[in-house]
């Protein structure tokens, strides 16, 4: 098992400002699948940007230690690599700014899961058998104390722990591996203030 997966944390309201942002996050995204790559390559998998656009995000995303120079390369061909696996910040901060900024940033981030799962789907019946098998999603509601939530969210995180290194590692990928966007979702259902739940609470116990 490797050791803790390095990790970057924002807490400055501009470097927050400046990640959430759907082509940045993308990008970030790329560089940590696909390991170091150039503004004209990162557009040509992106599909979605022009050079000039991805080499501009890469530089803000600099500014801010989310992504380096990896040496080589010339101008626009230099290569870019992300500096962390993961990134993170305060869920709760008292600063006014920081958290109009994170909550700005946790906005962009869902807007980007549900993207990724609209655009899965809509080619979900081309995909081999085996795969619309396995993917899906699934809902289950729990009765929690916020100590047991941060618990079971350790031990989720914790099962993910064997498949990390595979993500810097390409021969450590098995045959037929592919990209999986794991998404780890824990929202409490009552505001504050709200009582709980009593009787068993309403839920659809989906999973496709």
């Given at each position: 098992?490797?050791?803790?997966?390095?990790?970057?944390?924002?807490?400055?309201?501009?470097?927050?400002?400046?990640?959430?942002?759907?082509?940045?996050?993308?990008?970030?995204?790329?560089?940590?699948?696909?390991?170091?790559?150039?503004?004209?390559?990162?557009?040509?998998?992106?599909?979605?940007?022009?050079?000039?656009?991805?080499?501009?995000?890469l530089?803000?995303?600099?500014?801010?230690?989310?992504?380096?120079?990896?040496?080589?390369?010339?101008?626009?061909?230099k290569?870019?690599?992300?500096?962390?696996?993961?990134?993170?910040?305060d869920?709760?901060?008292?600063?006014?700014?920081?958290?109009?900024?994170?909550?700005?940033?946790?906005?962009?981030?869902?807007?980007?899961?549900?993207?990724?799962?609209?655009?899965?789907?809509?080619?979900?019946?081309?995909?081999?058998p085996?795969w619309?098998e396995a993917?899906?999603?699934?809902?289950?509601?729990?009765?929690l104390?916020?100590?047991?939530?941060?618990?079971?969210?350790?031990?989720?995180?914790?099962?993910?722990?064997?498949?990390?290194?595979?993500?810097?590692?390409?021969?450590?990928?098995?045959?037929?591996?592919?990209?999986v966007?794991?998404?780890?979702?824990?929202?409490p259902?009552?505001?504050?203030?709200?009582?709980?739940?009593?009787?068993?609470?309403?839920?659809?116990?989906?999973?496709?």
């Amino acid at each position: 098992m490797s050791e803790q997966p390095p990790e970057i944390r924002l807490t400055d309201p501009r470097a927050l400002r400046a990640y959430a942002h759907p082509t940045r996050m993308a990008l970030v995204g790329l560089l940590r699948r696909e390991g170091p790559l150039t503004a004209t390559r990162a557009a040509e998998l992106l599909g979605t940007e022009s050079v000039a656009s991805c080499s501009f995000h890469l530089r803000q995303l600099a500014k801010y230690g989310l992504v380096e120079e990896a040496g080589g390369g010339r101008g626009r061909e230099k290569p870019w690599r992300a500096t962390a696996v993961f990134t993170s910040w305060d869920a709760s901060p008292a600063d006014p700014e920081q958290a109009a900024a994170t909550e700005a940033l946790q906005r962009a981030v869902l807007d980007t899961y549900f993207a990724r799962a609209v655009e899965w789907l809509a080619h979900r019946a081309a995909d081999a058998p085996e795969w619309r098998e396995a993917a899906g999603y699934g809902d289950t509601v729990l009765h929690l104390t916020a100590a047991e939530l941060t618990e079971l969210d350790r031990q989720v995180a914790e099962l993910t722990r064997p498949y990390l290194d595979r993500a810097d590692d390409p021969a450590l990928r098995p045959d037929g591996s592919r990209p999986v966007l794991l998404v780890q979702l824990s929202v409490p259902m009552t505001r504050p203030g709200q009582p709980g739940q009593s009787e068993r609470p309403e839920q659809s116990g989906e999973r496709m």
